[in-house]
Nanobody, 127 residues
Framework: HVQLVESGGGSVQAGGSLRLSCVWSGHIASRPTMAWFRQAPGKEREEVACISSTFVTKYTESVAGRFTISRDGAKNALYLQMSGLKPGDTGMYYC?????????????????????WGRGTQVTVSS
C-alpha cells in the first residue's frame, strides 16, 4: 500500500517563500518519478513540477525560476522549494508518484501516468 503525506503549506505574503515536503511509504523504489500538482478554486489541476527517476526535472512555465523540486531517496521525501510566491500560486498542492512504480522514467511522463496521490497541503499567497 502506497501512502504519500504532504506538509509545509501555509499562508504567506507575495514575495515570500515556502517549502513543501512529501513523505512516502509503501512499495516505492528509492528514486520514483514524482511530481507536485496544484489546484486553485474553480480551476483544473495542473502539474507544477516533476522529477524523473534519473533526476530530470520539468516545471510549468509560470513557476520556472522560482520553484525547485528535489527528492531524497534516503529519507523517502520529495520537496518543493517555492520562492517569489505570487497570489496566482494559491491552491491545494498535491504530491504524486507514477502508477507504475517499477518503471524507470528517463524523463517526466504525461500527467495521466501519475496514479498515487497525497491528500494535499494548502498554500495561500496574499497580495
Amino acid at each position: 500500500h502506497v501512502q504519500l503525506v504532504e506538509s509545509g503549506g501555509g499562508s504567506v505574503q507575495a514575495g515570500g517563500s515556502l517549502r513543501l515536503s512529501c513523505v512516502w511509504s509503501g512499495h516505492i523504489a528509492s528514486r520514483p518519478t514524482m511530481a507536485w500538482f496544484r489546484q486553485a478554486p474553480g480551476k483544473e489541476r495542473e502539474e507544477v513540477a516533476c522529477i524523473s527517476s534519473t533526476f530530470v526535472t520539468k516545471y510549468t512555465e509560470s513557476v520556472a525560476g522560482r520553484f525547485t523540486i528535489s527528492r531524497d531517496g534516503a529519507k523517502n521525501a520529495l520537496y518543493l522549494q517555492m520562492s517569489g510566491l505570487k497570489p496566482g500560486d494559491t491552491g491545494m498542492y498535491y504530491c504524486a508518484s507514477v502508477q507504475n512504480l517499477g518503471r524507470v522514467y528517463a524523463s517526466c511522463p504525461a500527467d495521466n501516468e501519475f496514479g498515487h496521490w497525497g491528500r494535499g497541503t494548502q498554500v495561500t499567497v496574499s497580495s
